[in-house]
């Protein structure tokens, strides 16, 4: 229960419209990846807030990071992309899933293989892989402006912003408790 309040809590934050998506790794020496789309930098910080290095990452404007072991997955909005960078800044493909919804994908989720994106304007999350194969575009749909969105075990949580929701769908996309969170 307490992951899942934490997950809340965190796309709760997205879902109030920061515009600052952070993310934590898990590794011996912890890191805070933060997104800041409106100076298009990604940037890498101890968890006492240390700049490892502020402009890890230029991107025009990230709205969302997934980590997966030592790759970075950056959602860049207005493009309609998704990068592929290593966590020490390194671009792998800067262009790994393209054809997204420009200025409406707000971010991504990763577990395993797979990565998991918020379109805004669609109401839907699509899922992909992270060698850049479209999974299902449409995995789960009709959601009300979801903002945010986190994947734990078989779980996908989604913030809905226009409701204030958390939601709570399967990694196969089926419906668990559209209103975990309410308000």
Do not use: C, H, W
């Not at 515009?19 to 805070?32: C, Y």
């Not at 970075?72 to 919804?101: H, K, P």
């Not at 060698?131 to 903002?147: K, M, V, Y």
């Amino acid at each position: 229960m307490t992951l899942s309040l934490n997950i809340a809590t965190l796309i709760r934050l997205v879902a109030l419209n920061f515009l600052l998506a952070l993310v934590l790794t898990q590794r011996a020496e912890a890191q805070l990846f933060i997104a800041n789309y409106g100076s298009g930098k990604v940037g890498a910080y101890t968890t006492s807030g240390t700049s490892i290095n502020a402009d890890l990452i230029t991107v025009l404007s990230p709205s969302g990071i997934a980590v997966s072991g030592t790759n970075l997955y950056v959602v860049n909005s207005t493009a309609g992309t998704i990068g592929a960078y290593t966590t020490g800044g390194a671009t792998v493909n800067a262009s790994l899933i393209t054809g997204l919804d420009s200025n409406a994908i707000l971010g991504a989720a990763i577990s395993g293989s797979t990565i998991y994106v918020v379109n805004n304007r669609t109401g839907k999350i699509g899922a992909y892989t992270t060698s850049g194969s479209t999974t299902n575009a449409n995995l789960i749909t009709g959601l009300i402006n979801p903002t945010g969105i986190a994947v734990s075990g078989s779980n996908i949580y989604v913030a809905n912003f226009s409701t204030g929701n958390i939601g709570v769908y399967t990694t196969s996309g089926a419906t668990v408790n559209a209103g975990l969170i309410t308000g």
